[in-house]
């Protein structure tokens, strides 16, 4: 499970600065769901679970439209849906499937005020706490999948998830981020986009106005379970009555669908996707990506998106499906103009693969000293690699020669890795090496000619011939050391020319 924790301080500062209700927040059209609360508690398919329905009513505190919901508790409101002693006045949208289901990703927003009757649950002998927010599973019993809940100390997100409910905060599946304390009278805008998994490919980031405070990866949802939402105002009895007002729920494809846009500009949707059979992750600078799992985000208009890929060991990136990026690059800069939705594309890297082969001997090695063939004969190359083989030839052979990605005769050959590539480096033995008188240096049996060290030993045919012409010469030295000279009776004989 990875977790990555932000400060909660810089998250303190952006609240004290939210914005205040002044105009209404437009919803996008392309927003799959959304409630505003326009007429009454129940507006949106919300069910109440409360001890009486004036437990929810609307207020023109609003953050979106005309109206919000304000959920209160007044003591004694304990034993309601299984609250046992503690105090609730709940809204819940039931278990649906459109959301909140195993493999499921999902972008959400709501906004959430804490007015001057809210009261933060006091430290003391008791433990006190509070939930304003959760995704409720659909278990009987442990922990919500996810929730805002309100301790002494301040506010938090909590996530529980995997093959075990949980049910306590040390139990395994459970994680727990601390956002800072409560600033009554401010709209927290809510944002999150999650995966909804029993397995490691679940995620859950959360903003909160504008800020990514929460990057989560892992499980968050239970083994067999589903979850569904509440707005909620759960908490133990603190003898006083007690308010959390909700308003602008929606859900969507994108950020873009859900979110209230910044002040004076608009909100682009980035999109990752991966073709090939290459692997790698990718994140954004400013963060909001992280993909996989976290592969939409939105970025501010007219805002410079630096993508950063981090390839698998075996894998490059051959396009990044966007204008102005090279493939081969680990990094490319986007312009959010637009929304802008990319497929990069993912490849193996480049394997060469040498071989040796003919009469002779030899070996080939690379200049990046991964290949002496034979013995290791294969090398993964990054895409685009130059790379140097070099034929080194050993006693009584010379080289014939290279095939494949490389050609010539020349022992080196400088090639550039593209695609999956294969040479071969040819032998033969050397000329006047073996039969007849074998490998002769100085002083060797058997040897016609040569030098000490080297190949000396004739063939047959040139063997004959140099024998004829030795007979002959001999022949004629001997006739010609005669001429002139009487035998015996005084008869001169003479010289044949």
């Not at 009261?119 to 019993?141: E, K, L, M, R, S």
């Not at 894998?315 to 990044?320: A, E, F, G, L, T």
């Not at 030098?451 to 022949?475: E, F, H, N, P, Y």
């Amino acid at each position: 499970m990875t977790r990555v924790r932000l400060a909660a301080a810089a998250t303190v500062i952006a609240l004290s600065c939210a914005s205040s209700p002044a105009v209404a927040q437009a919803v996008s059209p392309n927003a799959a769901w959304s409630c505003m609360f326009a007429s009454t508690p129940t507006d949106c398919g919300f069910s109440l679970q409360a001890a009486a329905s004036n437990r929810a009513t609307l207020v023109t505190q609003a953050r979106d439209g005309n109206n919000a919901l304000e959920l209160t508790t007044q003591p004694g409101d304990s034993n309601l849906f299984g609250s046992g002693t503690s105090e609730r006045a709940d809204l819940e949208l039931g278990p649906s499937s459109s959301y909140c289901n195993q493999g499921q990703e999902e972008w959400w927003a709501h906004s959430l005020l804490f007015p001057d009757s809210y009261v933060v649950p006091p430290a003391g002998a008791i433990w006190n706490w509070g939930v304003v927010f959760d995704f409720h599973h659909t278990g009987p019993t442990g922990q919500a999948n996810f929730q805002i809940v309100s301790l002494p100390t301040g506010l938090e997100f909590w996530i529980a998830g995997g093959p075990t409910v949980v049910t306590g905060t040390s139990d395994p599946g459970f994680y727990s981020l601390a956002i800072g304390t409560v600033v009554k009278n401010q709209w927290y805008d809510f944002v999150y986009h999650v995966k909804w998994s029993s397995g490691s490919d679940g995620f859950f980031q959360a903003w909160i106005n504008g800020q990514l405070v929460l990057n989560f990866s892992g499980p968050t949802l239970y083994v067999g379970e589903s979850c569904y939402l509440k707005l909620a105002n759960y908490h133990t009895p603190l003898g006083v009555a007690v308010s959390v007002i909700h308003d602008r729920i929606v859900r969507g494809a994108t950020q873009a669908d859900v979110e209230i846009p910044a002040a004076g500009s608009n909100v682009r949707t980035l999109s990752l996707a991966f073709a090939g059979p290459g692997s790698a992750s990718v994140t954004s600078n400013p963060a909001g990506l992280n993909c996989p799992p976290a592969c939409s985000a939105g970025f501010p208009t007219g805002s410079t998106v630096t993508l950063a890929a981090v390839p698998a060991t075996s894998s490059y990136v051959s396009s990044w499906g966007l204008p102005g990026c090279q493939g081969n690059a680990s990094t490319c800069a986007v312009i959010m103009s637009t929304d802008t939705a990319a497929t990069i594309s993912l490849a193996l890297n480049p394997v060469l693969t040498v071989s040796v082969g003919g009469s002779g001997q030899g070996s080939v090695t690379s200049s990046d000293r991964r290949l002496n063939c034979p013995g290791t004969c294969v090398d993964m190359l990054a895409d685009g690699t130059p790379l140097t083989l070099t034929a080194q030839v050993s006693t009584n052979s010379v080289f014939s020669g290279w095939s494949g990605a490389c050609s010539g005769s020349q022992p080196m050959c400088q090639l550039t890795a593209n695609g999956n590539m294969s040479a071969k480096a040819t032998f033969a033995v050397s000329a006047g090496t073996g039969g007849g008188g074998g490998t002769g240096g100085a002083g060797g049996p058997g040897a016609m000619s040569g030098s000490a060290g080297g190949a000396g030993a004739l063939d047959l045919l040139t063997l004959i011939s140099i024998t004829a012409g030795l007979g002959a010469r001999l022949l004629h030295g001997s006739l010609s050391a005669g001429a002139g000279r009487r035998p015996p009776g005084g008869r001169a004989v003479p010289v044949r020319r």
